[in-house]
């Protein structure tokens, strides 16, 4: 991934944030036919030091567990917030008009080699922790869903189709291109633009590229 120096993130706390927010990765694998491409949410694991493990699963009927070529890396790509920043945004087009449009976005890429868990009493234990962490998120308790809610012989059914995957990672990578190239004036602006168009997208992207002036605009909110 090309990174410039300013755009560099390599905070692994940083890093592992933004893949507990955003754990729907992108896992590309090279196979005898060329790239293959999967997209497979994931949890991650701080341990083993430093860097991490990542966990997730794939459907037995989906090749990529038997067709990757074990002697290439395997890579995971998170995608965290982005959004359309608009040159009308920076007071410095008041001042000369040398500015364009661009993108902003905050992406992690994480390398290591693929390990396959065929092994029901280990999708047991990842399904079960995936489904305490994600329910556990959920504002009305009563409606969150346990592994037990359903029948032993159904759950044992749906673990048996599919395969459980582990990376180590050996590598992890972030880019925040996040107006970190910009005069502060500018910065300012584009936080500004970011917060009146009030999406989720734009929201989150205006803490990123100025979390002071979002704070102050979430208490005017309140």
Known sequence: MYT?????????????????HHPLGTLITMTADGLNANHVPFMIDPQPAPLGLLR????????????????????VVFQGPDAYISPSWYPSKQQHGKVVPTWNYAVVHVAGPLVIRDDVNWMRDFLSNVTDHFETARSTTSLRWK?????EDYLQTMMRAVVGIEIP???????????????RADREGVARGLIEE????????ATLVNPALQAKSLQAKQ
């Open 147 to 151: 592994m037990y809610d359903a029948p």
């Open 56 to 75: 997730g699963h794939v459907a037995r009927n989906n090749p990529v567990w038997q067709t990757f070529d074990a002697n290439v890396d395997a890579l």
């Open 4 to 20: 410039p120096a300013h755009f560099n993130e390599d905070r692994i706390d940083v890093l592992h944030e933004l893949i507990r």
């Open 198 to 205: 009030s999406g989720n997208a734009e929201d989150a992207m």
């Open 169 to 183: 990672m050996a590598s992890i990578q972030g880019k925040w291109k996040v107006s970190q190239n910009r005069p």
